[in-house]
């Protein structure tokens, strides 16, 4: 069921309906219900796999909270006869014996997503490997079927399971309350990667029906099918043209694929999570935001505080700080500090947690070369930029034109430029190709196509380009519109008229200019892959 | 204090640490600085900073972080 489903439109016209006529204290349940409803729908197939992570995570959970309470319950009654060195030692076993558990459940969690996920990615390497040391003996392909949004349900769970460990939350009693915080179908396929302590606030409390709160919610979810569905899907058709056909949509096309796609993943990904935040909120629950305006950063550091912060902070939690600080790094510290001495030394652990998470990065997005080579692509353009910070720095200061506008404006422009080259990774499987269409670009002698009418062959006409451009612009004025708070805020305080002619203007503009019918294909979300 | 309002310096020179109360919150320190401050404070002050431990509470001010340091060392 696709959230540009008419199907899943009903659902959701039905859920809320029920959702605020029911007793409060069944709203979480039917949320429950109905997720489990929405994965069904989506595949009965994929039921066991969600199932499994949810229980083995929520008793390992309740394992590690037992184990802590009993070891706090134990430490307060004998306060006074224990020594501070006895106390080390009972808590140093107790901590081994969560840390058994945490291990056993991660790797087991871990293991069902490299098995479906990144099986035949592994068998295909190794199998290239092995022909090209002349063996005639092939590894066979695993026959998977990839459970949707298991990459963002797994983490999510994972994240759990490291706040459990940490202490940073307490366990959840309740297995199906658990079980919905997994599940909760609006951000099952696409995120946000949400936390327990920030989701448990207001995931299970009942809602009362706040007219404001709703209204606000379901505007959101326009804006975000528009964003979808008259942009993403628009511009998908050109873009999966040019794509598709590498030999004949290279040189000055590869500027127009970068553009295009780049504006597409926005509009895409922003557009789905709108739908999903907006959706929640109209339930009164909220969830944690995944973008802050990232095409407006002035640096590729800026630009992944800004865009997909979820993941991005997942990363920065559950992996590079665990990696940083952990013994082997310090060990490693100690080492490259003794050889290279104090400055370059203590940078080089730095830069190789740094190189863990963006090889992870990567790998998350899926399983082949080209996420990991962009990946390890934005990890090479921070670490230099990292390395040139002081130079920077020093530039700023003594340049007072640096302060000026135009300057951020051309720092803005040419982050975006950086991350429309190296979002070129997305679109081909081999990275010779990405090579040779981005190169392409260079000199290219076929610049006249982007005058000459070539842009109207891509499935596109003239209309479709000017509705692009027209909702492009839109986008960006409700971004820079956002720079002065809610934008929600600021049309509920227009007059009514106003405000209706706005909604209704949109809804029209949705159905009426949405990408729909032969030629179009209201596909799922880029990110639904992930 | 003073040891550690040193090395906060070092990182930042152009930042106030001993009035700035937001320095997560408000973006001064990102994550490469956080660790570079962890490498840093554990070398002067022999604590083990975990990463349980790498909260905005904890990092927001210098004297957040002290508060971290002393707890940390009381635990040792």
């Not at chain 1, 500090?337 to 990567?362: E, H, N, Q």
């Amino acid at each position: 069921m696709l959230f540009t489903s008419y199907e899943f439109l009903g659902f959701c016209a039905v859920l809320l309906l029920l959702y605020y006529i029911i007793p409060k204290k069944a709203q979480w349940p039917l949320l429950l219900i109905a997720s489990y409803a929405f994965y069904f729908i989506a595949g009965p197939q994929f039921l066991p796999f969600i199932a499994a992570t949810t229980l083995t995570v929520y008793l390992t959970a309740r394992v590690m909270q037992s184990i802590a309470d009993k070891q706090s319950a134990y430490l307060k009654a004998h306060k006074e006869e224990l020594s501070k060195e006895e106390k080390k030692i009972f808590k140093d076993k107790q901590k081994r014996k969560k840390l058994f558990w945490f291990v056993l459940c991660l790797l087991l969690n871990l293991g069902i997503l490299a098995t479906v996920k990144y099986a035949n990615f592994f068998i295909t390497n190794i199998n290239s490997a092995l022909t090209s040391f002349g063996s005639k003996n092939v590894l066979s392909f695993v026959n998977v079927i990839i459970p949707l949004g298991i990459s963002f349900y797994t983490f999510q769970s994972i994240g759990y399971l490291i706040d459990v460990y940490r202490g940073t939350v307490k366990a959840e009693k309740n297995v199906f309350k658990y079980a919905l915080f997994v599940s909760f179908f609006p951000q099952l396929v696409q995120g946000p990667i949400g936390r327990y302590g920030d989701m448990s606030e207001t995931l299970y409390t009942p809602h009362k029906f706040d007219s404001k709160q709703v209204g606000f919610g379901l505007e959101r979810v326009l804006w975000g099918y528009f964003k979808k569905v008259v942009i993403a899907d628009r511009l998908f058709v050109a873009v999966s043209t040019m794509i598709g056909d590498p030999s004949t949509y290279n040189g000055a096309y590869s500027i127009v694929i970068m553009l295009f796609y780049t504006i597409q993943l926005y509009a895409d990904f922003t557009g789905g999570i709108d739908i999903t935040i907006g959706l929640a909120e109209s339930m009164g629950i909220r969830l944690s935001e995944n973008f802050d305006r990232p095409y407006f950063s002035k640096s590729l550091k800026e630009y992944w505080r800004r865009w997909h912060i979820s993941m991005c902070s997942w990363f920065r939690d559950y992996l590079f700080y665990p990696v940083s600080v952990s013994k082997p790094m310090q060990g490693i510290t100690k080492f490259s500090k003794k050889v290279f001495g104090d400055k370059v030394g203590k940078r080089i652990p730095l830069y190789l947690s740094s190189a863990i998470v963006w090889f992870s990065t990567g790998i998350w997005h899926g399983a082949s070369w080209n996420f990991i080579v962009w990946g390890m692509a934005n990890f090479a353009v921070l670490m230099i930029s990292e390395e040139f910070e002081p130079l920077y720095k020093k530039f700023n200061d003594k340049f007072k034109f640096t302060k000026s506008f135009p300057y951020t404006l051309f720092r803005i422009l040419r982050t975006f430029a950086l991350v429309c080259a190296l979002n070129l990774f997305d679109c081909y499987v081999s990275i010779a190709t990405t090579g040779k269409i981005f190169f392409s670009a260079f000199g290219a002698s076929n610049y006249h196509v982007l005058f000459d009418g070539s842009l109207l062959k891509l499935g596109l006409t003239s209309l479709d380009y000017i509705i692009i451009l027209c909702g492009v612009l839109l986008m960006l004025t409700v971004s820079l519109l956002k720079g002065r708070g809610s934008v929600r805020e600021q049309i509920f305080r227009l007059p009514y008229p106003v405000r209706f002619m706005i909604y209704y203007g949109l809804f029209l503009i949705i159905i009426l200019m949405g990408a729909y019918g032969i030629g179009y294909d209201a596909s799922q979300f880029i990110y639904n892959q992930f | 204090m003073e040891k550690l309002l040193e090395i906060l310096t070092d990182l930042h020179s152009d930042v106030d640490f001993e009035t700035e109360e937001n320095l997560i919150d408000d973006g001064i320190l990102d994550s490469m600085d956080i660790i570079s401050l962890i490498t840093e404070i554990s070398e002067e002050y022999d604590v083990t900073i975990t990463a349980k431990d790498i909260i905005p509470a904890n990092f927001n001010s210098a004297k957040a972080l002290y508060a971290l340091i002393e707890r940390l060392s009381d635990e040792d």
